[in-house]
């Protein structure tokens, strides 16, 4: 099933639950505008080269349009609509005042130099420039961008404007209007809700095991943390392979070996006898309590989602669990924490700094980490409720809630 059909998938779902007319379902499923360009930029050798580029306006009902810029090959309309949907949902689950949008340029990154990548940041900027603007539409990072390419796109729009606009982008660096805590705050996000479902099942910590799937930005800072909640995290794959070590894996000396080895599975035996090396989907089934998939989508699908021991999963990353294995995890009573919620962190501090570009104020890192802890923690309580209350999966009660909150505007 491809992306879009997931989205259309679960708002059905969540549409039926709220007893939604045809024709609300039909608005809630269609994008207002896709927007498609080639980009061409020339490269470091000699000649040029183009790319298939693409911004979706999904619904700005409940505000400016809100989401990332990936650079990644399987970026085409399919997926940038699916994700911008996602945005959408994602925004009116932690109720702040955006919509949802996503770009996508369909480029592989690692065969750009670093002159290419910027060009082509530019180039999508002059290509869409006239569609974003701080009350209309506001991009961030996602796969393959970041603050840095966030700052080359913001420069290419204030030079097409001819005026100073620092709220029309977000996940800029510090010096340039970015906020502090914007790096980790998906996963900071994810970790706040997780840490509120322990408490509501009366779980301790620090009797847990966690696999983690992803060592980049947010993999890596989730297992940091739930390693300081006292979770041995007994797995951690990248696109190498899972590293796995049942007494817990030293998290920093692992992170430290993929920045200068390249992955997680360079380890050896630093990480101790008992340590091994296994397939990249090998953590979608390893014995642990936590789940965290915070990578690529659809991970965990119809051939392995029988095979997950982990009572609860937490989807850092968007759209890992396909429908499928989505009603095979709800048959095995396991929860699983929705992309829309578990990584809502990210455009909430997105938001804070979007208002602190806005009101000329800056914000400290205590002020973003207190903010985003009750934003998430509340957000949680709404799903939770509603899913406990409806007897519905935590999927069905944020898709609902986001649906009915898109509605009201
Ligand atoms: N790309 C991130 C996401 O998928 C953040 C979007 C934003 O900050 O606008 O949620």
């Not at 609509?81 to 919509?99: D, N, T």
């Not at 070996?257 to 397939?279: F, P």
């Not at 009573?333 to 804070?352: E, K, M």
């Amino acid at each position: 099933m491809a992306a879009f059909q997931y989205f259309k998938h679960n708002t059905s779902k969540a549409a039926d639950l709220l007893g939604l007319s045809e024709e609300q379902r039909t608005k809630l499923m269609t994008p207002d505008r896709v927007l498609r360009a080639e980009l061409t930029i020339p490269l470091d050798g000699g000649g040029t080269a183009s790319f298939p580029a693409y911004r979706v306006q999904f619904n700005n009902r409940r505000g400016p349009y809100k989401g990332g810029i990936r650079f990644h090959p399987a970026a085409d309309e399919d997926e940038v609509s699916a994700l911008a949907a996602m945005m959408a949902i994602k925004c009116a689950v932690v109720g702040i005042p955006f919509g949802g949008g996503k770009g996508g340029v369909s480029v592989d990154p690692k065969k750009l130099s670093h002159t290419e990548t910027h060009a082509l940041a530019r180039e999508y900027v002059k290509a869409f420039a006239e569609h974003f603007g701080p009350d209309i539409d506001v991009p961030a990072p996602d796969m393959a961008t970041n603050p840095e390419i966030m700052d080359t796109m913001l420069a290419e729009y204030e030079r097409i404007v001819g005026h100073k606009a620092p709220a029309m982008i977000t996940g800029k660096s510090i010096g340039n209007g970015g906020i502090l805590g914007r790096d980790t705050a998906t996963a900071d996000g994810a970790i706040i809700v997780l840490r509120a479902l322990l408490k509501d099942q009366n779980v301790d910590a620090s009797k847990l095991r966690a696999a983690i799937q992803g060592a980049g930005n947010a993999g890596a800072q989730a297992a940091k943390l739930l390693s300081d909640m006292g979770v041995s995290i007994t797995a951690l794959a990248d696109s190498q392979g899972t590293l796995v070590v049942a007494n817990g894996i030293n998290v920093e000396l692992a992170c430290s070996i993929k920045e200068k080895e390249g992955s997680v599975c360079d380890a050896g035996t630093q990480m101790g006898d008992d340590s091994q090396i296994l397939g990249t989907e090998a953590v979608i089934t390893e014995p642990v309590e936590i789940l965290v998939p915070a990578a690529l989508e659809e991970q965990i699908h119809q051939g392995n989602a029988k095979d997950v021991k982990a009572g609860i999963v937490l989807e850092i990353a968007n759209g890992p669990t396909t429908p499928e294995a989505d009603e095979i995890l709800a048959a095995q009573g396991v929860a699983v924490v929705p992309d829309v919620l578990a990584n809502a962190g990210g455009v909430t501090v997105s938001y804070f700094e979007w208002l602190q570009n806005r009101s000329g104020e800056t914000w400290t890192a205590l002020q973003t980490s207190d903010r985003l802890e009750e934003i998430m923690n509340d957000a949680y309580r709404d799903v939770a409720d509603f899913a406990l209350f409806r007897g519905v999966t935590l999927r069905e009660a944020a898709y609902a809630l986001a649906l009915s909150r898109i509605l009201e505007e």
